[in-house]
């Protein structure tokens, strides 16, 4: 079979984690650069939890920190032939993680840990979790 027609919901899973990725890195460089000081590459070090431009970096940083080994596992689970309806399911659970956790840390100024960013990212990471499990599981099959 075809793999569009097999991945295919998934494939529009990982569109939605990419896009994702590009619009936080707009917002952060956005927000950054309307700065009277941005200087580029850095930010300021006395930003905190309180500063958006702080917020938006740190949701960009996270993500650069957690997609590309989601990324990673998503390819090794097509390339071993996984399972389409729980890699699909692992891919959208995954992308809708990121955003909540995206519009969570936009929204909400706490340094408080657990925040309630965390548990959004604890989502992401179980559903990186479970691809990783289901990876194996296939090639222990095969």
């Known amino acids: ?16 984690i990419l ?8 917002i952060a460089a956005g927000s950054k650069g309307k700065k009277a000081d941005a200087v580029p590459g850095k930010i300021d ?16 940083m996270n ?14 689970a097509i390339l071993v032939g996984a ?5 699909m399911i692992c891919i959208w659970s995954f992308a809708v993680a990121r955003i ?4 969570m840390y936009y929204a909400v100024a706490t340094n408080e840990n657990p925040s309630p960013r965390s548990y959004f990212f604890l989502m992401g990471l ?5 691809l990783l499990v289901l990876c194996a599981i296939t090639m222990i099959n095969s």
């Not at 179980?126 to 479970?130: E, G, K, R, T």
């Open 100 to 103: 909540l956790h995206m519009l």
């Open 45 to 60: 070090e006395s930003l905190g939890h309180k500063s958006f431009t702080f917020r938006a970096h740190r949701t960009f």
């Open 19 to 26: 896009l994702t990725w590009m619009v936080q890195w707009f």
């Open 83 to 87: 399972d389409a309806f729980w890699v």
């Open 63 to 76: 993500s650069l920190e957690n997609v590309p080994a989601m990324l990673g596992v998503i390819f090794l």
């Open 126 to 130: 179980l559903s990186n979790i479970a």
């Open 1 to 16: 079979m075809e793999l569009a027609t097999l991945y295919g919901t998934a494939f529009w899973g990982i569109f939605v």
